[in-house]
């Protein structure tokens, strides 16, 4: 049972360069999100999608985009990465993005921007 | 603006009992939920409250009282695995998350 899969688990980048974190899930679940953790705060959504063909923005959603083609698949793309970007990421899903929505969580991916 | 409180960091015995509380002030409430995440993991799913009350799953039991902006989390039979952080989150009238920091739970032999 794959669940969630994440890739890669850990990336060092050089500031100023592109990098796609992919995200795939076996569950059929329609919504799916992408998370930052940093120490000492909570989660915090970069963007969601509720559906496929739809995203939208989180709390913290500035220089980082994702796209929705497909039920399984949601990559989060950094155009130009920054420091402050440094961070463990976390894509996770659920069946809906409704009130009872457990959220399952990938393994994370470690990105450390230099 | 929205918040979630909980203590940073809690110790206990093995085969105690410990209460984590959270408390939240948040735009609507659409249920509050409780994940643990260990060191190194993904967070994963232990409770879900969306009425006053308390919900026994096992040696968890999660608390739960609107009106204060409250929910505590009990773990009973303090094992040396459930050492781990311990996320409070609620779901706002949007129906997004807002996470609180997290608990950092300690067992000690």
């Known amino acids: 049972i794959a669940g969630i899969t994440q890739a890669p688990t850990s990336q060092i980048l050089a500031a100023g360069r592109r990098m796609t974190l992919r995200c795939t899930q076996d569950?059929?679940?329609?919504?799916m999100y992408w998370y930052r953790q940093d120490l000492g705060l909570g989660l915090r959504l970069i963007h969601y999608s509720n559906t496929a063909g739809t995203t939208g923005k989180g709390e913290v959603p500035d220089g980082y985009s994702v796209s929705r083609a497909n039920t399984d698949d949601f990559p989060l793309t950094l155009a130009s990465a920054v420091p402050s970007q440094t961070s463990v990421y976390f894509c996770?899903?659920?069946?809906?993005?409704?009130?009872?929505?457990?959220?399952?969580f990938g393994e994370g991916s470690r990105l450390t921007v230099l | 603006g929205q918040n979630i409180d909980q203590p940073t960091e809690m110790t206990a015995t093995e085969g105690a009992i410990v209460q984590i509380n959270c408390t939240y002030q948040?735009?609507?409430?659409?249920?509050l939920f409780w994940y643990q995440q260990h060191a190194g993991e993904a967070p994963t799913f232990l409770s879900y409250n969306v009425l006053d009350g308390l919900e026994e799953k096992g040696r968890f039991s999660s608390f739960l009282s609107r009106s204060k902006g409250y929910s505590y989390l009990l773990l009973k039979e303090l094992q040396m695995k459930d050492s781990a952080s311990y996320l409070c989150a609620v779901k706002d009238s949007n129906y997004q998350l807002i996470w609180g920091a997290g608990t950092k739970l300690i067992i000690k032999p």
């Open positions: 569950m059929r679940h329609n919504a």
């Open positions: 948040t735009s609507g409430f659409n249920g």
């Open positions: 996770a899903s659920s069946e809906t993005s409704g009130t009872t929505g457990e959220l399952f």
